[in-house]
């Protein structure tokens, strides 16, 4: 196994069983559910924004490794985030995963996100992956809405 294998292993397994503000955000202005029927993953994603900045986040729902680990490493990296950081945050993480032309691949602004790089190799483990982003994306975007990833 290669090094970056097994630190994403590690780092998977760790918000896994440690979910980062996994709880039930109280006063929140922005929220969506998402769903990925094409493994049963489920999130809702709460965000608090003033002023234009993510003063707070929290998620619940279940759902596989994979969307759990994202889901809780985002959290991680939009809080405190402005909105307009957090959705390029978004747009960095997508085009990374789906290996979009031309994507915006910031890797400095990825940090540890850049562990789940090695799920683009795996087109269904990419909607795993993104699910709570494209909640995140509806939040933002106040579509109220649940967002599938059909
Ligand atoms: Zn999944």
């Known amino acids: 196994m ?13 918000h896994t069983r440690r979910p980062r503000n996994f709880r039930k955000l109280e006063g929140a ?3 969506a559910r998402g769903y990925n029927p094409f ?3 489920n999130v809702t994603l709460l965000l608090k924004v003033e002023g234009g900045v993510v003063k707070d986040v929290g998620f619940q729902g279940s759902g596989c490794a994979i969307s759990t680990s994202s ?6 990296g939009i809080k405190g985030k402005t909105v307009e950081e ?11 995963v789906t ?8 890797a400095e602004l990825l940090g ?7 799920v683009s190799e795996f087109p269904t483990r990419v909607k795993c992956a993104t699910l709570a982003w494209h ?10 809405d649940a967002v599938s990833t059909e």
């Open 29 to 31: 202005t922005h929220s």
């Open 112 to 118: 540890d996100l850049e562990i789940l790089s090695g």
């Open 135 to 144: 909640a995140l994306q509806a939040a933002l975007t106040g579509r109220m």
């Open 71 to 76: 889901a809780s490493m985002m959290t991680e």
């Open 2 to 14: 290669s090094q970056l294998q097994e630190l994403y292993q590690e780092v998977v397994l760790e």
């Open 39 to 41: 493994c049963g993953d």
């Open 99 to 106: 290996r979009e032309q031309g994507a915006d691949f910031d």
């Open 86 to 96: 957090a959705q390029k945050l978004f747009t960095a993480f997508h085009g990374m």
